[in-house]
């Protein structure tokens, strides 16, 4: 079955260092990869997706996400990170064109 | 215009209430969709609209009822709901529910809570 797995709950960092949030899928062929971004009490922004060519790609904010499909990943980065980037990531795959699979989320807490 | 737009941002009803959920866009995205998301979860999907018409309903209680009258608008509208279906609703919209280049627009959600 095709699944999104985001293997943490809760990530700290402190602002201005760098940033790393896991994502892992399950889908017999290369699907179409997205990650959201939501802050408290609002709707989900896309950050940046995936679904051909160039395996890193350049998102909003200063994001960037790195497909890797030998290890069935789709790891959103950024080199450093401000308060305001505080709040809850998703990682999505759409295998079938209208369901997206949805990660179970990873909440971003800034030290500051 | 590049949003999807939701009113009314918080709603607070009571289980014999009716009330309806709102959602606009002027992209001229032809697939409309609607979510639930309890706290701390990721969206659920409720219901698919594609070129106005109720492409995919995901099991949802007949209390929940879609409605797209033109290709800019879905509502939902509710009637007897429990406490239980207390959530954040979303809206989102893409160019079509087939184009694999997609990227779904959310709104910014309502609030709902049941009393």
């Known amino acids: 079955a095709q699944s999104v797995t985001q293997p943490d709950i809760h990530i700290t960092v402190s602002e201005g260092a760098s940033l790393e949030l896991r994502c892992n899928y399950s889908y017999g062929a290369t699907p179409y990869l997205f990650w959201y971004v939501q802050s408290p009490g609002q709707g989900l922004q896309l950050l940046l997706k995936?679904?051909?060519?160039d395996t890193l790609v350049q998102g909003i904010k200063g994001f960037e996400a790195e497909f890797k499909r030998s290890q069935s990943s789709f790891n959103l980065r950024k080199p450093s990170v401000h308060w305001s980037d505080a709040a809850e990531y998703f990682c999505?795959?759409?295998?079938?064109?209208?369901?997206?699979?949805w990660g179970a989320g990873t909440k971003l807490i800034i030290k500051p | 215009d590049t949003e999807v737009t939701q009113t009314p941002k918080h709603l607070v009803m009571g289980m014999t209430n009716k009330k309806s959920l709102k959602c606009e866009q002027h992209?001229?995205?032809?697939?409309m969709y609607w979510y639930k998301q309890k706290a701390k979860k990721p969206p659920e999907l409720m219901f698919v609209?594609?070129?106005?018409?109720?492409?995919i309903n995901e099991s949802v209680p007949s209390r929940f009822s879609p409605e797209c009258p033109n290709s800019s608008l879905l509502n939902l509208h509710l009637h007897a709901l429990q406490p239980e279906d207390s959530a954040l609703y979303l809206c989102?919209?893409?160019?079509?529910?087939?184009?694999?280049?997609?990227?779904?627009?959310f709104g910014s959600g309502t609030r709902l809570t049941v009393v």
């Open positions: 609209y594609s070129y106005e018409k109720l492409s």
């Open positions: 989102a919209s893409s160019r079509t529910t087939l184009d694999p280049a997609k990227g779904y627009t």
């Open positions: 999505a795959v759409d295998p079938s064109n209208y369901q997206l699979i």
């Open positions: 995936y679904f051909s060519g």
């Open positions: 992209m001229g995205h032809r697939a």
